[in-house]
Every structure is written in structure tokens, then in C-alpha cells.
């Protein structure tokens, strides 16, 4: 099993930027491919960023493709997402989630989640 602790979220002004990190526990943590997830108000929680166990392999939503870059230190159990250009529209609650299988996407395909951080950019 793995814990999750998201940190890092907070106020931005529009243009600016943002790192978040996910602090995990759990020996097998590099075991587990990482994503990023995102819920603003009355929206779902959607697909940001995934990483695969060593780090080698990573996949963005077209939404934050070329602004975000996902990345990982097994030795530190930590996956970060560091976030440029930040805009309006990613006004939400970050989450980070894990699961032993790369590649996946969809929010009920991971099996664990942290407890989420707040991102909210301002115009």
C-alpha cells in the first residue's frame, strides 16, 4: 500500500507559476505509477499528468501540454508537478493518485489518493 500527501498548492496570479508535490509512504512506492488529477467546482475530477514507476514515461492532458512537467524521486518517495503559464481555467483541487499499472487515465482506475491541495488562479 501507499500514502499520499499532497503539498505546494496556494494563490496565483495568471501568467505565474506553481510547484506542487506529493509526498508518498511505502516502501514499494516505486512500484507505482503517479498522476495528477483536478476538480474545480461543480466540474469532474479530471486527467492532468501520469508518470510511470522509474520516471522514463509521462503523459499530459492537452490542456496542460507544454505548461506542466510531471517528474519523480524514488530516493525522496515524491512526484512533483510544476506548473507555468498557469491560467484561470486551472483554478481546482489538485490530487495526486497512484496505482502499481502505467498508463492510466481515468479517475476509478486508480486506487489510491491523496487528500488534495488548492490551486487557485487569479485574471
Known amino acids: 500500500q501507499v500514502q499520499l500527501v499532497e503539498s505546494g498548492g496556494g494563490l496565483v496570479q495568471a501568467g505565474g507559476s506553481l510547484r506542487l508535490s506529493c509526498a508518498a509512504s511505502?516502501?514499494?512506492?516505486?512500484?507505482?505509477?503517479v498522476a495528477w488529477f483536478r476538480q474545480a467546482p461543480g466540474k469532474e475530477r479530471e486527467f492532468v499528468a501520469a508518470?510511470?514507476?522509474?520516471?522514463?514515461?509521462?503523459r499530459y492532458a492537452d490542456s496542460v501540454k507544454g505548461r506542466f512537467t510531471i517528474s519523480r524521486d524514488n530516493a525522496k518517495r515524491t512526484v512533483s508537478l510544476q506548473m507555468n503559464s498557469l491560467k484561470p481555467e486551472d483554478t481546482a483541487v489538485y490530487y495526486c493518485a497512484a496505482d502499481p499499472i502505467w498508463g492510466k487515465m481515468r479517475r476509478d482506475e486508480y486506487g489510491y489518493w491523496g487528500q488534495g491541495t488548492q490551486v487557485t488562479v487569479s485574471s
Open positions: 511505502g516502501r514499494t512506492f516505486s512500484s507505482y505509477a
Open positions: 508518470i510511470s514507476w522509474g520516471g522514463s514515461s509521462t
